[in-house]
Nanobody
Framework: QVQLVESGGGLVQAGGSLRLSCAAS????????MGWFRQAPGKEREFVAA????????YYADSVKGRFTISRDNAKNMVYLQMNSLKPEDTAVYYC????????????????????WGQGTQVTVSS
């Protein structure tokens, strides 16, 4: 059974940092792009960051560029999202997702292309 499990969410003050982790099990995702998405109350799920299978290409939403960093450890089947300079508008449930395409050089930002999803972890940034 394929599972993606996020962890590392919590409550933090504006300007603080959090590091989210996503642990994959049931199969290896070392040949697949991985992404982070988020959904705030009353809003649609939105793209945050993506990383290709090798880790050499990353993409970010404009709203988090320069503050968030996505990375992966294929040996551990893990993906991370380092979030710095957090703002209240970053408050959301954050989801880890895995693409199904084999070794796509450029990771997609489209949620519809991601096949596997975690259950989400809550991030709350207080002002």
């Amino acid at each position: 059974q394929v599972q993606l499990v996020e962890s590392g969410g919590g409550l933090v003050q504006a300007g603080g940092s959090l590091r989210l982790s996503c642990a994959a099990s049931g199969r290896t995702f070392s040949n697949n792009a991985m992404g982070w998405f988020r959904q705030a109350p009353g809003k649609e799920r939105e793209f945050v960051a993506a990383i290709n299978y090798s880790g050499l290409r990353t993409y970010y939403a404009d709203s988090v560029k320069g503050r968030f960093t996505i990375s992966r450890d294929n040996a551990k089947n893990m993906v991370y999202l380092q979030m710095n300079s957090l703002k209240p508008e970053d408050t959301a449930v954050y989801y880890c997702a895995a693409d199904s395409v084999f070794r796509m050089a450029i990771p997609t930002t489209r949620a519809a292309q991601y096949v596997y999803w975690g259950q989400g972890t809550q991030v709350t940034v207080s002002s």
